[in-house]
């Protein structure tokens, strides 16, 4: 039994690793790398869910970063539990087979309630007066006080939102990542797991807020590559194996697709006033859209209108892909949790969740960062609103507001999605822009299903072979 940490670095492609990443390419020089044919959709939640079940969305269920729960009638987005994801998991199965085995999931996605013997991941709390404070889960419960004792409290402004990915009086560009990459550290000084999942966000923020191809991103590669090669020498020294993966990768987008307001310009989406402002009821709608990157999982009550949905989607602008329930299974997307129609728009596209016709109608979560009450991802969320005077001094006297009590709306997003230069969630044409293992094992191939990661990290902690025969 080898012990292994797989440092998930969130947007690392083949075409990143070079100049700006010293730690990487020296890594890579020593072992191998195979590109991921991506996990469709290629998200967070489904691509991080098919390596640890070795299944598709279709059997394990994560559709997307969220779906519309049709019992509730309601969109759910960024769940936590683990049961949400169907299936055996790989430290299930390796602590079957393996007297002995212990699994850490450090802030990977679905954390609460699994089976691993340690799980750290970002959870606010949210008192009954409205107010909400920032915070982690951990299992078990002490490891969250030891945590945040020797290393203080999680950023978490700067895990999401515009202080992520940027210098800001919450903390330096890597502040999130480097809290948890510092909490590897101490759960492997402390516990020694046999295998540990660390999840390392950092590329993410500018990818999305600049583009990959923005002069700046070089300065995040080496902050990235900074932080592996500290772990590097951390763990090799202690005998660990390293892996090194991503969930995606991201292509620079100019074109936002506004799905709901194609729907409700047919008269096909239901909107309610609440104080004046706009809500989408989605289970009084005949249609509507839950994006997510660049995907969309439409929803159409009345099955008359499943053709004309087809045939306007096929003719919106920035649409790649229109799937039925028959090519819904060819993509290994058939799961009673995926829309009636899934939309793949082109790699220089995305998918908001707007409906609003006028901004002054907009709700007021549509200003705030939001990732559970808005009905659809929302990557604006990473900016100041450019058009507010003094935007600093207004965070700062919200802030003054919540810690002497009263109530307060952090209204300082801005609802135009013109901003966004980065996504991913299609299969990008070039395997450059597909995500990567790497190992210093031999690999099955230069190429490897997504399904086939659960293989590779399985071989490499029981010290079988992962080459071909």
Not at 41 to 65: D, K, M
Not at 67 to 82: C, G, M, P, T
Not at 233 to 241: I, K
Request: glycine share 6%; net charge neutral; aromatic share 10%.
């Amino acid at each position: 039994m080898q012990r292994v940490v797989v440092l998930n670095v969130v947007g690392l492609t083949r075409g990143l690793i070079g100049p700006h990443t010293p730690h990487l390419a020296a890594f890579l020089k020593q072992g191998h790398l195979a590109v991921i044919d991506p996990t469709l959709p290629a998200l967070t939640c489904s691509a991080q869910s098919t390596y640890v079940t070795g299944l598709p969305p279709s059997s394990h269920g994560i559709v997307a970063n969220g779906w519309y729960n049709r019992d509730l009638a309601e969109v759910q987005f960024w769940k936590q539990s683990n049961a949400l994801v169907q299936g055996p998991k790989l430290w299930d199965d390796l602590r079957a087979s393996l007297p002995g085995f212990t699994c850490a999931k450090t802030f990977w996605w679905y954390n609460m309630y699994s089976t691993a013997d340690w799980s750290v991941t970002p959870r606010p709390m949210y008192p009954a007066d409205g107010r909400k404070f920032f915070d982690i889960y951990a299992w078990p419960y002490d490891l969250r006080s030891a945590l945040k004792k020797d290393l203080g409290d999680f950023p978490f402004p700067t895990f999401w939102g515009p202080a992520a990915g940027t210098q800001s009086p919450q903390g330096a560009p890597d502040a999130a990542s480097r809290w948890i990459a510092n909490s590897a550290r101490w759960i492997e000084e402390h516990h020694q797991p046999t295998l540990q999942l660390v999840y390392l966000p950092h590329l993410d923020y500018s990818f999305q807020r600049l583009g990959p191809n923005h002069p700046d991103i070089p300065a995040d590669l080496r902050r990235i590559d900074d932080l592996v090669g500290d772990l590097l020498a951390f763990f090799q020294p202690r005998g660990v194996d390293v892996v090194i993966l991503s969930e995606y990768g991201i292509t620079p987008v100019s074109t936002p697709i506004h799905l709901n307001r194609l729907f409700r310009q047919q008269g096909w989406l239901t909107i309610k006033e609440e104080l004046g402002l706009e809500l989408l009821d989605a289970g009084q709608s005949q249609v509507f859209a839950v994006a997510d990157h660049q995907v969309a999982h439409v929803h159409v009550r009345n099955p008359r209108l499943l053709e004309p949905v087809q045939q306007l989607l096929n003719a919106t602008p920035g649409v790649a892909q229109v799937l039925d329930a028959h090519s819904k299974r060819d993509v290994g997307l058939d799961h009673p949790r995926a829309g009636d129609l899934v939309v793949f728009s082109r790699e220089d596209a995305w998918f908001t969740y707007y409906y609003w016709l006028e901004d002054r109608l907009a709700p007021d979560f549509a200003r705030c960062v939001d990732i559970h009450r808005k009905p659809g991802y929302d990557p604006v969320e990473l900016f100041l609103d450019p058009n507010l005077s003094a935007v600093k001094l207004r965070i700062a006297w919200r802030l003054l507001k919540k810690k002497l009590g009263f109530r307060m709306l952090m209204d300082v997003i801005p609802l135009d999605a013109s901003l966004v230069r980065g996504s991913h969630g299609c299969r990008p044409s070039s395997q450059d822009d597909w995500p990567v293992l790497l190992s210093t094992s031999p690999l099955p191939g230069a190429s490897i299903a997504a399904t086939d990661v659960y293989r590779i990290l399985r071989r490499a902690v029981t010290g079988e072979s992962t080459a071909r025969n």
